[in-house]
Structure formats: C-alpha cells, structure tokens
C-alpha cells in the first residue's frame, strides 16, 4: 500500500505480456495469463520450475479504488497492476488554525 495508491505485483516469469490479461468487471480484478512455450522435441531441459500452464487470480476491489485509473505494466517479467485511490480516501494533512 502507498499513499494514494494500492500495487499488485506478480512475478510471472517466461509469461509473455501478450498471454496476460487483466480484467475489471462489478468490482472483480482478475488476471489471468500462461506461459507462451511448451516444451517440444527439440529441447529438453534438465530442470525447469514453470514448464508451460495459465495461471488465475481474483483481487475484490474495495469502494476506495479509482477503477478509472486502474493502470498494468510488464517489465521482465513482473506485472504491476496499480490501484489508485479515491481521492476522499487518500490521507490528507488537516491544518490546525489558532483560535
């Protein structure tokens, strides 16, 4: 969680961002994706931790988020998803004036 926003982060190594996709529907994020390659006959490796197969995640959104800003990024292989808040629900400094 950040000020004036949350951020969802998911490790999503040898997932290509055009496999994932990243869904807002009455208040449900979900993302969903797969890894791009399956194994053929022509390599084999000898240790592989992810191999091919999607993945799904579903996130309820509370009221606080700005579901109009939602934004999603991929970098090497990390998605960020950020969630901004609403603004009313972003803290706030409150000035106290002297009576």
């Known amino acids: 969680e950040q000020k004036d926003a949350f951020v969802v982060t998911a490790d999503l ?5 055009r496999h994932v996709e990243v869904h807002l529907e ?12 399956e194994p053929d ?3 084999t490796p ?6 091919f197969g ?3 995640r579903e996130f ?6 700005d579901a109009d800003e939602i934004e999603a990024r991929m970098t090497d292989g990390v998605l960020e998803v950020r969630l901004p ?3 009313q629900h972003r803290p706030r400094q409150i000035s106290v004036r002297a009576g």
């Open 60 to 65: 309820r959104l509370s009221e606080a988020i």
């Open 13 to 17: 190594p040898g997932v290509d961002d």
């Open 46 to 51: 000898l240790y592989a931790e992810y191999r």
């Open 85 to 87: 808040k609403r603004t």
């Open 54 to 56: 999607g993945f799904h």
């Open 26 to 37: 009455k208040g449900l994020l979900t993302i969903d994706g797969a890894l791009a390659a």
């Open 41 to 43: 006959a022509t390599w």
